[in-house]
Every structure is written in C-alpha cells, then in structure tokens.
C-alpha cells in the first residue's frame, strides 16, 4: 500500500510540512477548574464555590530558548453578584523566558512564573506557592540540584483578617515583598530527594503592620522517600525568624521564631493523562504561633495555617484522560498554643480539566 500511494503520502507530506511552517512552532495548553471549599462559620453557601481557567502559550524560539506566556481568571466566587460586563480581572500570571545552556544542565529563567514554591518541587510549600517575578538560575543534574534567584511575591493575603473589625489596614501577605533564595537538592536513582532551602526577605510592610515586626529569613529541609512499588513518604521541617517577638499566644509571647513540622504519607499516582489512576494520602501538620507568614500557600488548606495541630486526608482520582477529581478533608484539627477555641474542620473537592 505504501508503495501504491507513494504520490499521495508524498503530497501529504509536503501540506503538512507547509501547514507548520505557517502555524510555527507555539503550543497553546490550559487547565480549568471548578472548586468546593466548606469551613463553618467561615466559608460556607455560595461563597464555597469558586472557578479558575488558564491559558498557556508555550514557544520554541530555538533549541535552547523558550518563551511562555499565559493568563488566567483569578479565583471568582459564585458569591460574587457583580455583573458579568463589569468584570475585567484577567491577569497575567506567567511571562518568562527559559534559556538552557551548559549541555542541558544548567538554566537561567527571567520573568514571572505561575508558581514558585518556598521550600522548591519536593518541599509542602506551606507559606508560598503562586505568581512570582523573579530572575533564577538552576542547575538540575541527575544526582544534584541547585537553584539561586531572586524576585518579588505577586500574591498573598491572609484569609478571614480583613474581618476583624479593629484592622484598618487591609493586609496584603506578602504582595510586594522581596526575597532572595537557594535551593539545594540531592537526588537518587528512584525519585527519592532530599533538600535544603534559605530565604531572606526585603520590604515586608504587610507583617509590620499587621504583626508589628518584619520577616527576616526562612529556613527549612525535606525528604521525600519513595519505597515500594506506590508509596511516598514526605518529611518537611520549616522555621520563620523574624527581627523581634511576633507570637500572640501567652506561652510563646516572647519569641522571634516559629517552626511548621509537615509530614505527608501517599499511595499510587494519579495521572491527568491516564485514565483510572489514582493516589490516597493522609497528612500531619504541627505549626507554631507565626509560622505561616501571610503568603498564598501550597498547601490545600486554607485561612489560619499557624498555631495548629492538624490531620488531613484526601483522594485524586483520574476519571477520563485530562480530568481528574480531586478531594480532601481535615479532621483532629486543635488549637496549638494558648486558650483559643479548636479551628473548625475544612472540606474540599474539585474538579480539574486539562487541554
């Protein structure tokens, strides 16, 4: 057969050459998200449920150079009564330029990206993980990682402060903060990582004002062993310092630092683009008084993160190829330090589409 229509393969091939010479070489991707959050008390009716989509646009401009830009909706609540015309809130939340070079080892990224970490890849990202301006270089070798940057927090705020009747500031987390970083990793032949991370931080208005004190650095260190066929267990310790006393509970009122110890244990792997896989963890989480400075977390959960004692539990499982449900769900959840009443138990479940 292929001999018999030797011409019309021929021909084909030349249109669909001829079709990605003037395509070019862009590659456009997105995600949507349809998202239930459930806190008593805190969030709960309309106001639990939220939408996000993103568009990506990734380009080769040669064999070392990429350029992606991509926009996004921002989280709307179906409690928003706003009209849909007045909405004008589609913000750019990556627009960067990755240059490899060194034979594929080395990396130098300029721009914002959609989610720098605190804590890198394999750490929880418990005080920060979203829009970050910033100027990295990375080294990533089969056995070693290391990344250095520096850059400038573009998200943030503290859930529920706003709410308090005396503030009259609005606290902003760490919008406008800036931070120079280092991330160190060593890496073993089957995905087992274990790593280090620094940040220093500049400009830190939000915890002037709301805590009456600055940040001055963060520390912490990870593990993440796999073992068996399915099963991950990921260890986090983290400590925040800052430049005088910042704990508000009266058995730590006259401390300058706070630490979060993180512990995540997960069996099987969902996979977007495998139908029928799926994964189940279970989680601890110990933070003191002031270990969560205000940023947007990584983490699932949501509102006041520090001064607690916390178990979750959750489930993703991909339904079809590109879509996967996801949900999770506190329990044991107590107040850390302090005579404060127990944080009321949180729900969530969503639903994720990729194209």
Same mark, same amino acid.
């Given at each position: /057969?292929?001999?018999?229509?030797?011409?019309? *393969? @021929?021909?084909?091939?030349?249109?669909?050459?001829?079709?990605?010479?003037?395509?070019?070489?862009?590659? *456009?991707?997105?995600?949507?998200?349809?998202?239930?959050?459930?806190?008593? +008390?805190?969030?709960?009716?309309?106001?639990?449920?939220?939408?996000?989509?993103?568009?990506?646009?990734?380009? /080769?401009? @040669?064999?070392?150079?990429?350029?992606?830009?991509? %926009?996004?909706?921002?989280?709307?609540?179906?409690? !928003?009564?706003? $009209? #849909?015309?007045?909405?004008?809130? %589609?913000?750019?939340?990556?627009?960067?330029?990755?240059?490899?070079?060194?034979?594929?080892?080395?990396? *130098?990224?300029?721009?914002?990206? +959609?989610?720098?970490?605190?804590?890198?890849?394999?750490?929880?990202?418990?005080?920060?993980?979203?829009?970050?301006?910033? #100027?990295?270089?990375?080294?990533?070798? +089969?056995?070693?990682?290391?990344?250095?940057?520096?850059? $400038?927090? $573009?998200?943030?705020?503290?859930?529920?402060?706003?709410?308090?009747?005396?503030?009259?500031?609005?606290?902003?987390?760490?919008?406008?903060?800036?931070?120079?970083?280092?991330?160190?990793?060593?890496?073993?032949?089957?995905?087992?990582?274990?790593?280090?991370?620094?940040?220093?931080?500049?400009?830190?208005?939000?915890? #002037? %004002?709301?805590?009456?004190?600055?940040?001055?650095?963060?520390?912490?260190?990870?593990?993440?062993?796999?073992?068996?066929?399915?099963?991950?267990?990921?260890?986090?310790?983290?400590?925040?310092?800052?430049?005088?006393?910042?704990?508000?509970?009266?058995?730590?009122?006259?401390? !300058?630092?706070?630490?979060?110890?993180?512990?995540?244990?997960?069996?099987?792997?969902?996979? /977007?683009?495998?139908?029928?896989?799926?994964?189940?963890?279970?989680?601890?989480?110990?933070?003191?008084?002031?270990?969560?400075?205000?940023?947007?977390? @990584?983490?699932?959960?949501?509102?006041?993160?520090? @001064?607690?004692?916390?178990?979750?539990?959750?489930?993703?499982?991909?339904?079809?190829?590109?879509?996967?449900?996801?949900? /999770?769900?506190?329990? #044991?959840?107590?107040?850390?330090?302090? !005579?404060?009443?127990?944080?009321?138990?949180?729900?969530?479940?969503?639903?994720?589409?990729?194209?």
């Amino acid at each position: /057969m292929a001999d018999e229509f030797a011409d019309e *393969l @021929n021909n084909l091939g030349v249109r669909v050459s001829a079709l990605e010479n003037r395509v070019g070489n862009v590659k *456009l991707t997105g995600d949507a998200r349809v998202r239930y959050r459930y806190q008593k +008390d805190s969030k709960e009716n309309d106001a639990s449920w939220d939408y996000r989509v993103r568009l990506r646009a990734n380009a /080769m401009v @040669n064999k070392n150079t990429k350029v992606t830009y991509g %926009i996004s909706t921002g989280n709307h609540a179906f409690s !928003d009564n706003g $009209k #849909a015309e007045d909405e004008n809130d %589609i913000l750019s939340d990556i627009a960067k330029v990755d240059y490899n070079f060194g034979g594929g080892d080395w990396t *130098l990224s300029v721009g914002r990206t +959609d989610k720098y970490v605190i804590g890198g890849s394999k750490g929880y990202g418990y005080n920060y993980g979203d829009i970050f301006d910033r #100027a990295e270089l990375k080294y990533s070798g +089969d056995s070693f990682m290391a990344t250095a940057g520096y850059g $400038k927090f $573009k998200a943030g705020g503290v859930a529920g402060l706003a709410a308090d009747p005396l503030r009259t500031v609005l606290p902003e987390g760490l919008d406008g903060t800036k931070t120079a970083y280092g991330v160190i990793e060593g890496r073993f032949g089957n995905g087992t990582a274990i790593g280090g991370y620094y940040n220093t931080f500049d400009n830190d208005e939000y915890n #002037a %004002i709301v805590r009456g004190t600055e940040l001055d650095y963060l520390w912490g260190a990870y593990a993440s062993f796999n073992f068996g066929k399915d099963w991950n267990l990921l260890g986090n310790y983290e400590r925040v310092n800052y430049n005088s006393n910042i704990s508000t509970s009266k058995v730590r009122s006259d401390e !300058d630092s706070a630490a979060v110890w993180i512990g995540r244990l997960t069996y099987g792997k969902a996979v /977007m683009a495998t139908p029928k896989t799926w994964d189940a963890w279970v989680e601890y989480l110990n933070a003191e008084d002031g270990a969560y400075i205000g940023g947007s977390t @990584n983490s699932w959960r949501w509102g006041k993160l520090d @001064n607690l004692e916390s178990w979750g539990a959750g489930i993703d499982y991909t339904f079809a190829k590109n879509a996967q449900f996801q949900v /999770m769900q506190s329990f #044991a959840s107590k107040v850390k330090d302090g !005579d404060g009443s127990d944080p009321e138990e949180q729900t969530r479940a969503q639903f994720v589409f990729a194209f």
